[in-house]
């Protein structure tokens, strides 16, 4: 059996009980930074086999560990936090379990996405959730313009070092709508800024340093009022 294991975004004690018992049964951990998933696990109190499961062996990391499974070991699958698969390494190793009739599940836990467009104070009854856009500016421009009329909640992954450059790339796409930047999501420095990509771009040009943790960038669809925020 394979497991992928959602693990905490920033606070330990968001794992939970399912996601500590599937690493303890587990005969092998795959884990996208061993390093980072250690120690996790030495939080938990415990110690596993760990092998390096990341984007840049994916593809014939997953071809091994559905023959473990196929084998009869148990294999639980972790990334650096968060949810296998969203964003992260997962999608090839599902879809080469199920051409192979391996079991595999999912200990649902932690995605920052989620948690970022509850609290973005935005519409979520429909959201649409692109992951990191590319880092060239012509191809950012162009992934960005798929959604001009979309008129759901749109939420991105950046870096801190290029958030910047996509608020301002959303700016020139989409006009200054309603829009939400959080960071340090579940951890002591949980940060939300809320109000129009003019003042999102604001805030950051304000901080004097770049902001530090991932980010969530959460644009409003194309049908909601510009003045989301301000109106009751």
Not at 7 to 34: C, H, Q, W, Y
Not at 137 to 146: A, D, M, T
Not at 173 to 180: E, H, K, N, Q, S
């Amino acid at each position: 059996m394979i497991e992928l294991v959602a693990t905490p975004i920033g606070n330990l004690e968001d794992l939970s009980p399912r996601a500590r018992a599937a690493f303890e049964k587990a005969d092998v951990v795959a884990a996208e930074d061993t390093r980072r998933t250690g120690r996790l696990l030495q939080a938990a109190g415990l110690k596993r086999r760990m092998v390096a499961y990341h984007e840049h062996n994916e593809r014939q990391m997953a071809a091994t560990l559905v023959e473990w499974a196929a084998q009869g070991q148990r294999i639980a699958v972790a990334t650096d936090g968060g949810t296998p698969g969203v964003s992260d390494p997962g999608f090839t190793l599902v879809r080469a379990a199920a051409r192979a009739g391996v079991e595999i599940t999912m200990v649902p836990g932690p995605v920052a996405f989620v948690m970022a467009a509850v609290l973005s104070g935005l519409p979520v009854h429909g959201i649409t959730f692109r992951g990191f856009p590319p880092k060239k500016s012509g191809q950012r421009q162009r992934f960005l313009e798929v959604d001009i009329a979309s008129p759901h909640t749109l939420v991105l992954y950046e870096s801190p070092y290029r958030i910047g450059k996509l608020v301002d790339a959303c700016l020139e796409v989409y006009g200054d709508r309603p829009a939400a930047l959080a960071r340090e999501l579940t951890k002591l420095h949980e940060e939300v800024v809320r109000g129009r990509l003019s003042e999102v771009k604001a805030f950051l040009d304000g901080r004097g340093t770049q902001p530090t943790g991932e980010c969530c960038l959460v644009i409003a669809g194309a049908e909601v009022p510009a003045d989301w925020f301000e109106a009751e």
